[in-house]
């Protein structure tokens, strides 16, 4: 017994040491692994090798299988001076990949003592650091403490009680160097919290300290501390970015997401901490997915980075396929990486990378979540980066003819939201008031304007890649003589070039590329970029435009167009174009110079064109290696040419070898305005109108007519392809009058009061919604009711009224009149029935039942109105269209009812060359003679109201002639203030009028009449009725709520007798909710008046008169603004036909998906807003509402 007693103590005692202050630690057995699954877990995790992860474990085999085969290439080496002679992260990378073969396959005991022997030369090293740079970059510590934890923490229990004593103690101490850099907060790491060295290190603290935490947890606490702050200010910076990029590419974001991903599932997991709805993380795939190029072995290679990815991107992706989307995107692009990798260089992976992140992708994977590939619509479409500052087009396919990939980067440095964060001090507590010390663009390039083109996956345009920040090898412009040129003189890039690293201190609010447009049509795709502002002032460069066409899939025009200041000395410029992987060869076409890429299919050719001027001196230079060019050598055409003054347009145009260019020349008429440009292609003929107007050319001049003059609309660019013409950033729909639109609101007022069918509604009309360009229908759910069951309207149809219930009535009396025939009940006085009588009998008889089969419960007949719609379709298609005139002075009216989010518009026409957004009532007043413009009014006007309301025409008319003029008054608010100086720098933008008081919705009519009917461009803001219902009864803001709802309430009590005057008319079917009040004998609830009032004013401005020349009604749902944010605003520009800036659609993507900003009536934006309905309204009065509007939603493609 005794011995027993002392054998025991001794096995305690066995299980602890003493460490630093004598204190006593626990090393018994179960309290590892605990970092990504506990003790109790191992079993089921291991036996995922041979099922579920069978496929990851095939390549950590592979890892474990190189290991034990040649130990002494993977090993560190025994002597430190060695270790940290050179770069090491390798051995701390490898060993993560290394531990976890140990840890699924444990009967290799070859690799475990390996492992022992590894871990052992790493703990008996004084430190981490590489020699050169001790003390001053923690990177490698970072890298070696990753992966000494990972591996201390999987196979703790299979080492004996001194070796866990010895790697803790490594562990420890070398958190702890890191917790105390942290504190001097004297490195970029510690405050820049984006960049990669800061995922990399503060993460490695984080899992240091972790492990820490289980055997000294008051030691640990200050530190794991200090790394979750710092990594939940990354992770709020982060969720401003809400495209999911990076700034500092694919390749070194992947740096950066690797550190990320393990944070977010260790904080969810350890620290209660859930950052997994963060916007950045439920956008990041598309980082990865849409900047892959045909065959997906590549990534496009903007900023320094290798051919594809550092780190991952398996991991990345199966992390956000199991906690973030869990649509099973991640999964299938995690599967198509992994079977394309290549083996070889220069695409394969780097050996002090390759394993790093095996544990990861096999711990993260979720196999129920089943592989899925997105959408095909998604695939052959734009994306774009709006915070990153750049598109692409054609990512994410396979490596195939007709399968192209091209990119265009044009934005600002560090990104839209850390600029905004920056310069407007958001975070005055995290960020640093002196700007540029928390954010670090190092790795970035002198690069606006630059782009890639990979035609049938081809690397035909590429990026030089990793190297140092100079223009030259980048595919922009480059400038000569300069006197500021730092490098590579007499020429000048752009700013901040010269350096190892992009010298972003320097960079000053504005400075910066933007790119102006980005739309596609039919396969065609257009962009354009201007970068002036990323050039020194002392060239004196008024404008650097660059707009890239791809015509097809093989031949892509690029138009670069710089204008000079008066006075300018800059003389000449060279446009730069390169590939890493193949020498350009000399080509001659057409008596044009240029350069060739032979492939096997055949060669991809260029050729520059300059307006009446063949002096254009094509260079080809090929195994161009600057020091600290790390990929590999790059090969570019140098394009140089003299500058006029004022404008010089050059034409470089790119064709794959299906593609022969019979002719091409620039046509006299272009100039300062745009390039016009012929090209016979395959012997078709192609006319290409380009404009290149980014500021009006006079002070009076506008924008939209600059560009009008050459493309024919308000857009950039103009193709014609034999007969086919093709306005690119216009919906072809908006550029004809179709007399289909007529006949459809006849269809949509049958629908209305006689209860049709969803199937039989008009796809486009006189109105187009936002949701029309959607990838996927809006589908019904299973617990949906039957509309036809729910709603009043057809109670008031006339028509249903006139002609059904008769024709019912009739058959019926015929039915029992043949009863009583068949019975001898009036047989006797009839004569003998004759053949053609009975038939004419049986015939009513089959009729009525025919009949009786057709009338639904509501008594309307479905197959009348079947048959009806057809009828109204046929008759529309044997019709002609008339054509629509453009806009000659574009008037955009956005309306709205109050609380449905109208709010938004500003954001995406904030661009004060093009806009003046004007918000009313708010900030301005629109006169009208007796009524009260800031509450509603449902009547409508018609003409008789100009001589009544003299004063409101001539507001509106002068609002767009003469906007100044409105805000000339004594009024010194700083609203009034900002437009006065945005007039006085442009007389003529366009004018956007946002007025959400819901008073104009029903005089859309009227408006159109007086401001002319072609230039009349309006949008109507919608919200689900039981949204804006809700948001209208629970408004936080008590006199707002107590305002609106006498308003309503009055409104819809006083229509009979404030419509019943000169000059107005009844709202279309008022009388219907009117008779079925009365017929109720009591009057609606306030739920269902406000549900009333929403059906008549969106109903009302659906139903308004059809004319040749009409611009139609545009109508944006909420809904989609928030959750569909990119095509719901490229879709309103597209029907407006004017170019939308990529950094304004930033700002509405920040405002919708970052949930930091706020909106009146429903406070800050999140996923919950599109649905917030379903908090607070009660099931009864979700369903009053629905069975007064449904109808009116399901035409708005919203769920009833």
Request: net charge positive.
């Amino acid at each position: 017994m005794g011995i027993s007693i002392m054998v025991g103590l001794v096995l305690i005692a066995g299980s602890y040491a003493l460490f630093g202050y004598g204190r006593r630690i626990d090393f018994s057995d179960g309290f590892h692994p605990m970092l990504y699954f506990s003790s109790s877990q191992i079993h089921e995790i291991s036996a995922r090798a041979t099922t579920t992860h069978e496929k990851i474990a095939r390549d950590i085999r592979e890892a474990g299988i190189a290991f034990t085969t040649k130990p002494d290439r993977y090993l560190p080496p025994k002597n430190h001076s060695v270790f940290a002679s050179r770069w090491n992260e390798v051995y701390g990378n490898n060993l993560c990949g290394f531990a976890m073969y140990v840890f699924l396959y444990p009967t290799d005991e070859a690799a475990f003592r390996y492992i022992t022997t590894y871990m052992d030369r790493m703990a008996s090293y004084p430190d981490w650091y590489v020699a050169e740079s001790y003390l001053m970059d923690q990177v490698p510590v970072g890298h070696s403490l990753i992966g000494f934890s990972t591996a201390f923490d999987l196979l703790y229990n299979r080492f004996d009680l001194a070796k866990r004593q010895l790697y803790y103690k490594k562990i420890n101490s070398t958190s702890h160097h890191l917790y105390e850099m942290t504190l001097k907060s004297k490195f970029g790491w510690t405050k820049q919290y984006t960049h990669n060295h800061a995922a990399s290190n503060i993460v490695a603290l984080l899992i240091g300290s972790l492990l820490v935490s289980v055997h000294e947890p008051d030691v640990a606490e200050p530190w794991i501390a200090e790394s979750k702050k710092h990594l939940d200010a990354a992770m709020l910076m982060l969720s401003h970015v809400t495209d999911g990029s990076l700034d500092e590419g694919v390749s070194y974001g992947s740096y950066t997401s690797r550190g990320l991903t393990q944070y977010v599932y260790l904080a969810k997991k350890h620290l209660k901490t859930d950052h997994t709805s963060n916007p950045w993380l439920k956008q990041h795939f598309w980082f990865y997915y849409k900047t892959i190029l045909p065959g997906f072995q590549r990534s496009v290679g903007i900023a320094d980075a290798n051919h594809n990815w550092f780190f991952g991107p398996g991991s990345q992706l199966t992390f956000l396929d199991n906690y973030v989307m869990k649509n099973g995107y991640g999964n299938w692009l995690a599967a198509k990486i992994r079977r394309a990798r290549p083996k070889n260089k220069p695409l394969a992976p780097s050996n002090a990378q390759i394993w790093s992140m095996m544990h990861t992708e096999y711990i993260f994977y979720n196999a129920s979540v089943r592989p899925r590939q997105p959408a095909e619509c998604i695939v052959k479409n734009i994306h774009f980066y709006s915070d990153w500052g750049v598109v692409t087009y054609g990512g994410g396919e396979d490596m195939k003819k007709g399968n192209t990939f091209l990119s265009f980067k044009s934005g600002v440095p560090n990104g839209e939201s850390a600029v905004d964060i920056m310069f407007n001090n958001r975070y005055p507590d995290q960020i640093n008031a002196a700007r540029w010390k928390n954010f670090n663009p190092g790795h970035e390039h002198p690069d606006q304007n630059s782009f890639v083109f990979a035609p049938n996956g081809r690397y035909f345009i590429t990026e030089s890649l990793y190297g140092p920040k100079y223009s030259y090898l980048d595919n922009v412009v480059v400038f000569s003589p300069s006197n500021t040129s730092q490098c590579n003189q007499p020429w000048e890039g752009q700013i901040g070039e010269c350096n190892k690293w992009l010298k972003y201190q320097i960079l000053e609010e504005g400075m910066r590329g933007d790119i102006l447009t980005a739309v596609t049509s039919n396969g065609i795709v257009f962009i354009a970029g201007e970068a002036a502002n990323i050039y020194s002032k002392s060239l004196q460069l008024s404008s650097v435009y660059r707009g890239i066409l791809l015509l097809n899939p093989e031949v892509l025009i690029v138009v670069d167009s710089i204008k000079l200041d008066p006075g300018s000395g800059t003389k000449r410029a060279s446009s730069l174009f390169h590939n890493m992987l193949h020498k350009f060869k000399e080509y001659h076409h057409l008596g044009y110079e240029g350069a060739q890429v032979h492939y096997p299919e055949g060669s991809y050719s260029m050729f520059s064109i300059k307006m009446n001027d063949r002096n254009i001196n094509t260079t080809l230079h090929s195994g161009v290696r600057p020091i600290g060019l790390r990929e590999g050598p790059t090969n570019f055409i140098n394009v140089t040419y003299s500058l006029s003054e004022g404008t010089t347009n050059v034409v470089h145009i790119f064709t794959g070898p299906n593609y022969n260019i019979k002719s091409a020349s620039i046509l006299p008429k272009s100039g300062q305005l745009g390039v016009m440009l012929s090209v016979d292609i395959n012997n078709i003929e192609h006319m290409i109108n380009i404009s290149t107007a980014v500021k009006p050319k006079t002070k009076k001049a506008s924008p939209i007519k600059d560009r009008k003059s050459i493309t024919g609309f308000g857009g950039y660019a103009y193709v014609k392809i034999g007969s086919n013409e093709q306005h690119l950033g216009l919906d072809s729909r908006m550029i004809h009058d179709n007399s289909e639109a007529e006949n459809d609101i006849q269809l949509l007022h049958h629908y209305v009061t006689s209860q049709m069918t969803t199937s039989q509604l008009p796809d486009v009309s006189k109105f187009t919604l936002s949701t029309s360009k959607t990838c996927s229908s809006f589908p019904k759910s299973a617990n949906s009711k039957s509309i036809n069951s729910l709603h009043y309207w057809p109670l008031f149809s006339v028509e249903a009224k006139t002609i059904v219930l008769p024709l019912t009535a009739a058959l019926f009396v015929l039915f029992i009149l043949f009863l009583a025939y068949k019975k001898n009940l009036i047989r006797r006085s009839v004569r003998k029935t004759s053949r053609q009588s009975k038939f004419g009998v049986f015939s009513l008889v089959l009729l009525t039942i025919i009949n009786l089969l057709c009338i639904d419960k509501n008594g309307t007949n479905t197959c009348f109105n079947r048959w009806q719609a057809r009828n109204l379709r046929r008759e529309s298609v044997n019709s002609t269209a008339g054509e629509m005139r453009i806009p000659t002075s574009p008037f955009v009216f956005v309306t709205a009812l109050p609380g449905s989010g109208s709010e938004l518009m500003e954001y995406l026409f904030e661009d004060e060359n093009e806009f003046l957004f004007i918000n009313s009532p708010d900030n301005i007043t629109i006169p009208v003679k007796v009524h009260d413009t800031s509450k509603i009014n449902l009547c409508l006007w018609n003409s008789l109201q100009n001589q009544f309301n003299l004063l409101t025409v001539g507001w509106f008319t002068s609002l767009i002639t003469k906007p100044l003029l409105h805000f000339n008054q004594n009024l010194e608010s700083k609203y009034i203030l900002e437009i006065r100086r945005k007039l006085r720098q442009n007389f003529n933008p366009t004018v956007v009028l946002n007025d959400n008081s819901g008073f104009w919705i029903t005089k859309l009519p009227w408006i159109r009449q007086v401001v002319g009917k072609s230039n009349f461009q309006p949008i109507l803001v919608v919200r689900d009725p039981r949204s804006w219902v809700r948001i209208i009864l629970y408004d936080r803001n008590t006199n707002r709520r107590r305002r609106l709802l006498n308003s309503f309430a009055k409104s819809y009590r006083s229509i009979g007798k404030s419509c019943d005057v000169d000059g107005l008319d009844y709202p279309e079917f008022y009388w219907h909710f009117k008779q079925f009040e009365a017929l109720r004998k009591t009057e609606l609830s306030t739920v269902e008046q406000l549900a009333v009032i929403w059906t008549i004013s969106i109903a009302n401005a659906l139903t308004n008169e059809v004319s040749e020349g009409q611009w139609p009604l545009h109508i944006v749902r909420f809904e989609d603004v928030v959750s569909n944010t990119e095509r719901t605003a490229t879709n309103i520009f597209e029907k407006l036909g004017l170019p939308l800036k990529l950094r304004f659609l930033n700002k509405l993507t920040r405002v919708a998906r970052s949930q930091y900003f706020t909106v009146p009536f429903d406070g800050i934006i999140k996923p919950s807003t599109t649905h917030i309905w379903k908090m607070g309204l009660s099931e009864s009065n979700i369903r009053k509402i629905v069975e007064i509007c449904c109808p009116l939603m399901t035409i708005l493609k919203y769920e009833c």
